[in-house]
């Protein structure tokens, strides 16, 4: 299964993609947009503050073949997988 950022979704498909823990180390659970020096950049953001924001990077473009056809769809496909990721997992 391919390992992905527990907060954005984010695959992680080259080094140089995961974010750090506050001892400098790598974090294997959330990526370098999301989480440096052991804490979110954005700490008080919501999931769906979050899903707004990765929206342009998941609708089809140049750069992104394979994406979702439009905005709407991207967020319906977000608003199902986001809560399974850690950080958005409701306990």
């Known amino acids: 299964m391919e390992s992905r950022c527990q907060s954005c979704g984010m695959p992680f498909f080259e080094e140089g993609l995961y974010g750090t823990n506050a001892d400098g180390t790598e974090s294997s659970d959330y990526c ?4 440096t020096n052991g804490s979110f950049g954005n700490p008080n953001e919501t999931m769906e503050e979050m899903i707004e924001t990765c929206i342009p990077f998941e609708v089809k473009s140049d750069e992104n073949p ?4 439009d905005a709407d769809t991207a967020r319906k496909a977000m608003l199902e997988y986001f809560p399974s990721l850690k950080r958005w997992k409701v306990s």
């Open 32 to 35: 370098k947009h999301c989480f």
């Open 66 to 69: 394979e994406g979702y056809p």
